[in-house]
T-cell receptor, first 115, second 113 residues
Framework: GAVVSQHPSRVICKSGTSVKIECRSLDFQATTMFWYRQFPKQSLMLMATSNEGSKATYEQGVEKDKFLINHASLTLSTLTVTSAHPEDSSFYIC???????????FGQGTRLTVV | GENVEQHPSTLSVQEGDSAVIKCTYSDSASNYFPWYKQELGKGPQLIIDIRSNVGEKKDQRIAVTLNKTAKHFSLHITETQPEDSAVYFCAAKGDTGGFKTIFGAGTRLFVKA
């Protein structure tokens, strides 16, 4: 299967600072990438969909100015949590697809803790 | 909107027994149904998938069945092993709606040795 690498796996930051999470498709070109948030013992909640070279499409209730997504190349998408607060602490996961209607492969996830 | 229901939420089986997880979906336009295994602290891993033009697919101890008329699909794990213990998610995806993958709530599988 295809490999998606997400970095960092864990990060602790202070309230008010920004954190960037990277998602890379290592052995394929990803036209579409997805960003999810997962709370403990819950399912994955889609935050936004990004297509290479286009602005991300955010799900209802997700603040686009707080969760900045960039998908500037076919192998890299980034999620920046701006002005982080403790309630932003969560497990963030990306996935990547060659095209929108093909299988998606997930990164390892990033555990964000805001103190 | 689209919805995927998954049952049971928790499943405990004895090593060597079979495990079955069932899902239903609401969007008749869904045509791709992946299953993911998620271990603690890790991202979901695709274990098997099925497309709407197929009724059944098997890969060693794992099989998936799809009933498009009833909008049901199921995961079957035979000869379970302790390392199968994890959370399993079903999902449904179509060619519209931004190609979003809609996930079920997850099933926590415990395989007792």
């Amino acid at each position: 299967g295809a490999v998606v690498s997400q970095h960092p796996s864990r990060v602790i930051c202070k309230s008010g600072t920004s954190v960037k999470i990277e998602c890379r498709s290592l052995d394929f070109q990803a036209t579409t990438m997805f960003w999810y948030r997962q709370f403990p013992k819950q399912s994955l909640m889609l935050m936004a969909t990004s297509n290479e070279g286009s602005k991300a499409t955010y799900e209802q209730g997700v603040e686009k100015d707080k969760f900045l997504i960039n998908h500037a190349s076919l192998t890299l998408s980034t999620l920046t949590v701006t002005s982080a607060h403790p309630e932003d602490s969560s497990f963030y996961i990306c996935s990547a697809s060659r095209t929108g209607n093909t299988e998606a492969f997930f990164g390892q996830g990033t555990r964000l803790t805001v103190v | 909107g689209e919805n995927v229901e998954q049952h049971p939420s928790t499943l405990s089986v004895q090593e060597g027994d079979s495990a079955v997880i069932k899902c239903t979906y609401s969007d008749s336009a869904s045509n791709y149904f992946p299953w993911y295994k998620q271990e603690l602290g890790k991202g979901p891993q695709l274990i098997i998938d099925i497309r709407s033009n197929v009724g059944e697919k098997k890969d060693q101890r794992i099989a998936v069945t799809l009933n498009k008329t009833a909008k049901h699909f199921s995961l079957h794990i035979t000869e379970t092993q302790p390392e199968d213990s994890a959370v399993y998610f079903c999902a449904a995806k179509g060619d519209t709606g931004g190609f979003k993958t809609i996930f079920g709530a997850g099933t926590r599988l415990f395989v007792k040795a």
